[in-house]
């Protein structure tokens, strides 16, 4: 799991899309969406690690450098 290729995937969600539950996540609080993943996992926080750890897990988010340059059409952000 790679946190920094998560905060480079991020901003490549169309807006539209960041307020998507993308998680199911009870054992967390409940719903997560985009926003919320990202706030927690740029904070860091335990709850941040554990969502990454599913959306991981899940295929849900670029693991590699090159899955992430497939996501965004090459582009670093």
């Not at 905060?7 to 985009?34: C, K, M, Q, S």
């Not at 919320?36 to 860091?44: C, L, P």
């Given at each position: ?71 965004t059409g090459g582009e670093k952000k």
């Amino acid at each position: 799991m790679d946190r920094s290729i998560f905060l480079r995937f991020y901003p490549n969600l169309p807006l539209g899309v960041r307020r998507d539950v993308v998680l199911n996540a009870p054992e967390l609080g409940g719903p997560i969406t985009w926003e919320v993943a990202y706030r927690e996992i740029q904070s860091g926080t335990k709850i941040g690690e554990q969502i990454l750890q599913k959306l991981t897990e899940l295929k849900f988010i670029p693991t590699t450098e090159e899955e992430l340059k497939n996501f965004t059409g090459g582009e670093k952000k």
